[in-house]
């Protein structure tokens, strides 16, 4: 079970099975054929502990997509709004305080014009929305299309069983010094440049159908920004225009490499909760000393995931009311 803490980190927890899931399982059993779903529980458990219903939904998952479309329908009262099932309110209270830092929401906890309109319109997580909507000024629209076509699919690449040292060196021909973002972006050059060849991703290590969904998704999305008003240019190789980009859409997920680390620890800076570079990251054992991530997946570590480098003086200049430059 995927459960989102306060704390933004995703944790596949192990729960224990409720009435209503064990039915829904039980339904795929016949579904093609006659079919038959035996289960198996100790009497105690199925007679006594089983619980009814499981933890719904909405109280385990992110509400930051949520309450922007709530807000965007103009049910401003979050708190006082009749949910099937109340999530927590400390959950409520820091997706708010997510929309507000990326000036989404303003003073009144209303969606700011046209930031906020814009954020709500975008079929995306807001961070990514909102680093789409930067590109316009930093003239790097057509490469954070690409970014956030690939950010919105699982993963692009595919590792197989037995050829680790394969993969790795597929993918260093592709890996790009400042993060994975910019490495997507070499990834999709590739991918056109090939004919969008299914047979230039299976030698690449590369998922040709998570590529084709890529490119349906960038499609919509140029549309979408087309309709916004954003203009579609190309930064020409100014890399360091993409990488502001990213930053303007999740300064909040900045951290730094703590001083004399030898195992590759950062702290985050919102948090100061101690993670590290996950191993599927082209960034892994570089360390940078400054880098954003997409998102955090706890096991046996804290990994980040989509990592990019910046500089520190980008999060006092995109951000300067979240951050202040006092010990950056």
Known sequence: MLNLQITDIENLVVAPISQASAR????????VRPGKCYRLYTEKYF????????????QRSNLVSCIIQLKALGIDNILGFDWPAS???????????????????????????PVGFHVAEIPLEPMISKMLLSSNQL???????TIS?????????????????EFDEAKMRFAAAEGDHVTFLNVY???LESGKSSNWCYKNYINYHAMKKVMEIREQLQRIAQRLGIDLKSCEGNLQAVRKAVTAGFFANACRLEPYSHNGMYKTLRASQEVYIHPSSVLFRVNPKWVLYQ???????RYMRNVISIE?????????????????
């Open 295 to 301: 998102t955090i997946v706890s096991t046996d570590r």
């Open 87 to 113: 999530p927590s309110t400390e959950s409520m209270i820091r997706a708010l305080e997510i929309l507000y830092s990326l000036e989404v929401l303003d003073d009144d906890a209303k969606l700011t014009s």
């Open 312 to 328: 520190p003086s980008w999060l006092t200049e995109v951000a300067p009311h979240f951050y202040q430059k006092q010990g950056l």
């Open 149 to 165: 076509a690939v950010l919105s699919v699982q993963s692009i690449w595919v590792a197989g069983r037995g050829v680790r040292k």
């Open 139 to 145: 003239g790097c629209s057509e490469e954070i299309l």
């Open 24 to 31: 829904q399982r039980a339904g795929r059993a016949g579904r």
């Open 47 to 58: 007679l006594k502990e089983m619980a009814a219903h499981g933890i719904p939904e909405i």
């Open 189 to 191: 050059k590739g991918f």
